[in-house]
Every structure is written in C-alpha cells, then in structure tokens.
C-alpha cells in the first residue's frame, strides 16, 4: 500500500488516526523558497476539529513538528518531513468495530484485504485525521505558488439544500482570503446560517449531512496538462479522490452541462481589455482537452455524509457470521464538508505545483 502521489513533486502520507503520530513526506519541493511557518499553522487550524459545534469535539492541537527539508525558513531542497502527534484519542470507542464494521465505512474492506490485521481505531489509515497531514504539503505548495502568482481558494457551495453563492467568473485572491478568515467558510454570511441550521438538525437527530466545495485556480498559464489520460482533470481528481469522504469531482459546468446545447455552453473566444485571449463564459472550468486555457480552473467536489452516525443501523458479526446492529460511539463531524475546504484548496496546490515543477517553471 503506497498512500502516495505526484510526478516531479512527490508526496507521501503515513500513520494512522489512533497512531503515536501521523504525517508526510515530500520530495521535490524547490530549494530556498521561503515558508511562513505562522501563515502554515493558520492554514491548518482552519481544518481542525474541536473548534464549534458543527464539527468532531476531538479537538488535537495539530502542530507539525518538521523533521527534515526546512532551515532557516527556507525550504532545502531534500526531502520534506513532518509529523503531527496524535493526542487526544479515545481507542475504547472503537473497540467493537473488529467485529461489526461500520455501515460505509472501511472496517470491512480494510479486514478482507489485511487479513484482519488492519488498525481500525478511529478509522486507522482511511481517517479524516490523514488530510491534516496533507494540510502541510498543501499550505506550503499553496505559499509557493502565491510566489509566481498563483492563488487556489475555496468555500462550501452547499450543505444538505442550503446553498452559497458561487465564485464569479474571474474570482480574485482577496476572495479567497475573505473565506479562509471565516470561522465558517462561505461566500454568503446568510448560507452560512442556513448551513448551520441544516447540520444541527442532523446531529440533533444523532444523524450527518453532506455537502459540496467550489475550488477555483487563477493566475495558471495557457498550455499546462496533457491530453487523453494525463490531462489536468485526470491528475487533480486522482488526488481529490484520496480525500475520504469524496464521492463526486466536477469541472466548470459539469453535469448542469449535461442538460444544454453546445449554444448554451461553448466558451467563446474573445480578446480582453488587457490585450489578451480569454473566453466570454467559463464552462470549460479553464481546461480543454485536459490543458489549461488561461482562465481560472474551477471545480466542485460532492462530500457524502459522515457515515458515523448515533442512530442504530444494521451490519453483521464477522465472528459468528450474522445478521445484527450497532451503534457507534465516539467523536464525529455532523458534517465533514466544512472541514474540508482547506484539504480540497490543499490537494489542488499540490497538483498544481508539480505540473509546474514538471513543465519547469521553477527552474
């Protein structure tokens, strides 16, 4: 098993959810590029846990500890490692998952592909608490892009029926940071409310909900990807996958396209008051015939509920081999979409940053 991804820039997560430590190493970060480590904490906390009623009580203080590739706050150019030790944990909750997998979860499969000798505490390897990790390779490939230019942001598009407003067709970094402030990540102060209320509802009824992010990339160059099975598409939903939970990947119109004529939604081209190519709408979400066009990438992410729900649900004893129910105790997320705004802006980052590195734009 290889929890690993990327070309030129290759990132690596290790651990597990009730581990001494969790964590990442990558290779390919280019030397002497200059890291805020406080810009880096800040990042992460928007991912954590613990922090309001509409996420986990589990509440881990998440600071990386870097073992390797930083010095004198600047990146080296070997290999980057960090860690995050695991803390507040409460392994007794799970103790009966060994035998009565959790209905969506992945007790089951990670039991018949590991013989049973799989770490389920706290999901193991499958958690959420895996993208923290990924939180410090993003945060850091995020602030190596800024660099050249390049910004990535992104904020809940909806939760259950409730709905934000969407980025405009040319978002901007000052749009992305209004965001990131927030302690609820939404455009629209009023959708954050009706979000709220949507996930209280659920976990008043010891339910979840789920929800969708629009992520957007601007400041790309025209001619970045490839086309067929390399394309920009391809490279930055096998990532987005990686993040548990995520059941669904859009590009600009997505299956809202489906339903129109090639009249509604044809990008046309057109040349802007700067002086440049650029096209009239956005539909392509920025990519065609998986290559960057110029224009802002954008993109939706569909976020299931968290399936570890309060309610009693059906599953079966591995043991004896029947039918029975579980209820499943500890600390979850309602709604894992809020959380996973800056881990969807973090996946993307680092795709961005090794087609970059690959296409050498920072040689």
Known sequence: MASTFGDQLRVSIFGESHGPAIGVTVDG????????????????????????????????????EILSGFLNGKTTGAPFSAIIRNENTRSADYSTIFDKPRPSHADYTASVKWHGSA????????????????CIAGGIALQILETRGIYVGAHLASIG???????PIFPDSTMFSNVASKSFPTISDTAAKEMQAQIMTAKNESDSIGGTIECAAIGLPAGLGSPMFDGIENRISSV???????K???????????TKRGSEVNDAFCINGNGEIATKSNFSGGIQGGITNGMPLRLRVGIKPTPSIGQVQQTISLEKHENTTIQIAGRHDPCIAQRAVPVVEAAVACVLLDILLVNGYFE
Request: glycine share 16%; with cysteine; proline share 6%.
């Open 29 to 64: 970060f280019p030397a002497g590029a200059e890291i805020s480590l406080d810009k880096l904490n800040q990042f992460l906390t928007r991912r954590k846990g613990g922090q309001n009623a509409f996420s986990t009580p589990r509440a881990e203080a998440d600071a990386p």
């Open 119 to 134: 770490d389920l505490r706290g999901g193991g390897h499958f958690s959420g608490r895996l993208t923290a990790p990924l």
């Open 161 to 167: 029926t409730a709905c934000d407003d969407m980025f």
């Open 240 to 246: 987005l996958f990686g993040i548990p939970a995520v």
């Open 248 to 258: 669904g990947v859009e590009f600009g119109g997505g299956f809202d396209m489906c």
